[in-house]
């Protein structure tokens, strides 16, 4: 054995022929003798120098320290076991020795067996006491260290050991709290109930662990949230010495628990769905049950299959999409909006967030989204953008309308001079004069611009009309015949009238005029031939029943439709079809206002037109008009034939414009009436006062003039001379003319620009022989 592996041992004896006696026999059972010390002082420092492994100690020795109180310093200073060598047997050496706890106690004199084995039941002695308080140290430091709170009890349910996490949960330190009922330091109430629990953790019937979910009252008042584990101590005969108590704080637990509670019921009741996605073993981890309401699909299925997402997708969009997912992947946040097909064929549009969720190396391991049914949202833009589409055609069609009135109006002024002049031109030459065949070309051509204008103030929804009460059926039967002859053999003309169909009022002439333009249209997108269907039903209107007609308001309406089968249209010729001048015929076949003079003249008649189209299949126009209760009435007829009336009355004609009133003066002077003239409204009362005695039958006046309009001079004339008939005439639009006072839409008489001499004179003479009254 080496010196190293050779137990050391101090003999302090102070007789040293004993001592000497006691170093040969440790030689000998070879042990290594460390020194010999001979009193205690000596041993204390010899102990400290050597570090000995045993101390055979002698308990009476010379000095101021006997081996007693040496071995108490040698056990406090170095933890070095002690055996005492002594010759002394009597009971206050034996109680003094053992205090300090010795390994052994060997009578003088003794056998070298008795001592070696004294030896090696102390060395064996006291390694096992340092295992087991190194062990001690160990677990102690443990509990200590641990974030569970550790409190140890004895037999009697008292507080023995109590480490850090226990001191702070309980407000107790381990010192005060030593020696006190478990009950009065851990003091606990049931978590549902509320109500104190007892603690019998060292009952006879506490056999095994237990586990609960309570509240800790602390030292200070507080309520802390704890789960608790108690397990009991026995010893080897099975008897209860104690027990272990671990408990740890479950605020943070709960609160999560709470949070994920309060994350599922949203999840679970929001509108919204709510997703997540590993991205590592692309499985769906969650989605919310709002995806079976949206996608028309149950969950288990996705969770089954969760390529089936993609399938959901419209493959105009799932690239897009798939592109989305990369950028997430790579650890982008998106926002994409896409459409699905729902199991039940249905389409909806979807708005989803997606986010994705990085570990601690910055790699993407999951992605969470929130999906939202934007269908309303999207329909709700789509008829909006329909509306604002309309709103600006309408008011681009108003602006062009506005310019198209003022244009009719100046040109109305220019044909009624030429007309005229032309006319009395001709009443002056004989029928077989070689001029009267130019001017009758030219008056003619004069009377094609006066429809042209026309034409503009019905697109201008200007227009002077008398409307009246008929049904459409009868307008459709009246122009069959003219409708089949327009249209031509290699085309079907089929009317279709409903039976019952309902009673409008408007210009009949007006609705005739638009049947025609429309055949004509369907004609020309049928080069080589097809089929002309005209058809009328009644309809009610209690909601947009297309997504075009946002300007048709709720009502009982009769539904005129005219579709063929023919070229049909692009959506842009569509979006221009009713601007004035817009043709999509070759130059020299179509002037542009036939669909724009329809659509005038349906607005002005209250009513509403659209129209669906696509290339190749061919043009549908629905007409709606206002549906009355009131019954039909007959349109009164004036027969103009035969010579020109005369007469010899006195007319007033106050005109503003030159040409007009020049060839007005001519016309009313040929007819042998005694014509007075004036500019302006202003003129005109000047030379009414130079006259006062004089007798004026008739005033014949303009409705716009500067100053004083046409109604403003006539009821100042009127005001002294009652008895004056008064005919209005203008080339403005009704809505001029009523803001001048001037209405036709009232009983006052009234004669549109552009007028021939022959027009003229009937209606003065009508005026002049009509009795009032």
């Known amino acids: 054995m080496s010196a190293e592996q050779q137990t050391k041992i101090l003999i302090v004896e102070d007789e040293n022929i004993v001592a ?32 000995p492994d045993l101390v055979l100690m002698d308990i009476m020795l010379r000095g101021y320290q006997d081996g007693v109180e040496a071995a108490q310093t040698i056990l406090a ?44 039941m102390a060395i064996h002695k006291h390694r096992m006491a340092k295992k087991l308080q190194e062990r001690e140290q160990w677990l102690t430091k443990i509990l200590k260290t641990i974030n569970d709170a550790v409190i140890v009890i004895d037999q009697k349910g008292e507080v023995a050991f109590m480490n850090v996490a226990a001191e702070t949960l309980t407000g107790w330190k381990q010192k005060e709290a030593a020696g006190k009922a478990l009950a009065e330091i851990f003091k606990i109430v049931d978590a549902e109930s509320h109500a104190a629990t007892t603690n019998g953790f060292v009952s006879p019937a506490f056999n095994v662990g237990s586990e609960r979910y309570s509240w800790l009252l602390t030292k200070d008042g507080r309520k802390i949230p704890i789960d608790d584990n108690a397990v009991p101590l026995r010893d080897e005969a099975g008897n209860l010495t104690g027990a272990v108590l671990v408990f740890r704080d479950i605020s943070a637990r709960r609160q999560a628990l709470a949070n994920e509670e309060r994350f599922r ?26 995806y079976e309401e949206i996608w028309g699909r149950s969950c288990e299925s996705l969770y089954q299959q969760p390529q089936s997402f993609w399938e959901t997708i419209h493959p105009e969009d799932r690239e897009r999409v798939t592109a989305a997912q990369a950028r997430q992947l790579a650890g982008e946040q998106t926002h994409e909006e896409y459409r699905l097909r729902r199991a039940d064929g249905e389409e909806r549009w979807i708005w989803d967030r997606r986010f994705p969720i990085k570990d601690k190396s910055g790699e993407v391991y999951r992605i969470a989204g929130i999906a939202e049914d934007i269908t309303e949202r999207k329909r709700a833009e789509e008829a909006l953008r329909h509306s604002e589409e309309q709103l600006r055609k309408s008011q681009r069609l108003e602006a062009i309308g506005r310019l198209a009135g003022g244009l009719a109006h100046d040109f109305n002024n220019m044909l009624t001079a030429i007309i005229g002049t032309t006319e009395l031109a001709m009443l002056e030459l004989h029928r077989d004069h070689p001029v009267r065949r130019d001017l009758k070309e030219i008056k003619q051509t004069a009377d094609r611009a006066a429809n042209l204008t026309r034409q ?52 009949a002439g007006q609705i005739e005029q638009v049947i025609v333009n429309l055949a004509v249209n369907a004609r020309d997108a049928m080069p080589e031939g097809g089929k002309l269907v005209l058809q009328t039903e009644n309809v009610t209107v209690d909601q947009k029943i297309s997504p075009h007609s946002a300007e048709l308001s709720p009502g009982d309406y009769v539904l005129l439709t005219v579709r063929d089968n023919g070229l049909g249209m692009t959506e842009e010729a569509k979006s221009h079809l009713f601007e ?49 209760d009131e019954m039909a009435g007959a349109t009164p007829e004036h027969d103009h034939a035969g010579a020109l009336p005369q007469g010899n009355e006195t007319v007033l004609l106050v005109e503003d414009e030159p040409t007009v009133r020049e060839v007005a003066t001519r016309m009313l002077r040929e007819q042998g009436y005694n014509v007075l003239v004036a500019a302006n409204g202003d003129e005109a009362l000047n030379l009414v006062r ?43 639009s009704d809505d001029t003319l009523t803001r001048h006072g001037a209405s036709p839409d009232t009983n006052l008489n009234f004669l549109q620009k552009p007028f021939s001499p022959s027009l003229l004179a009937y209606k003065i003479r009508e005026l002049l022989d009509k009795i009032e009254g």
Not at 35 to 41: P, T
Not at 692 to 700: Q, Y
Not at 717 to 728: C, D, G, I, Y
């Open 77 to 120: 200073q170095h933890n070095i076991p002690v055996i005492y060598l002594t010759a002394y047997t009597d009971d206050k050496t034996l109680q003094r020795a053992k205090i300090t706890e010795p390994y052994g106690y060997i009578l003088k004199p003794f056998e070298e067996r008795e001592l070696h084995i004294a030896i090696e």
């Open 265 to 290: 019921q949203m999840a679970e009741n929001i509108r919204e769905v709510f997703w997540m996605f590993d991205a590592k073993q692309t499985t769906i981890l969650y989605v919310s049950p709002a």
């Open 690 to 732: 130079s006259r006062p005695g004089e007798s004026i039958d008739l005033l014949v006046t303009d409705v716009v003039m500067p100053r004083l309009s046409g109604r403003a001079v006539a009821d100042q004339l009127r005001a002294t001379r009652p008895e004056m008939k008064v005919l209005f005439i203008s080339g403005y």
């Open 456 to 507: 503009l103030l019905a697109f201008a929804r200007q227009q002077i009309i008398a409307p009246g009460i008929l049904n459409v059926n009868d307008l459709l039967m009246n122009l069959d015949k003219m409708l089949r002859r327009l249209i031509g053999e290699d085309i079907e003309l089929v009317i279709a009238p409903s039976s019952d169909i309902g009673l409008v009022k408007v210009e």
């Open 580 to 628: 004035p001048f817009f043709t999509t015929k070759e130059v020299g076949k179509g002037t542009g206002l036939g669909l724009a003079t329809c659509y005038g003249i349906i607005k002005q008649n209250s009513g509403h037109i659209e129209v669906e189209s696509a290339l190749g299949k061919g043009s549908t126009f629905r007409i709606y008009l206002p549906r009355i």
């Open 20 to 51: 000497k006696d006691i170093q040969n026999t440790l030689k000998s059972l070879g042990y290594l003798v460390a020194g010999v010390a001979a009193s205690g002082e000596e041993a204390i420092q010899k102990t400290g120098e050597t570090r």
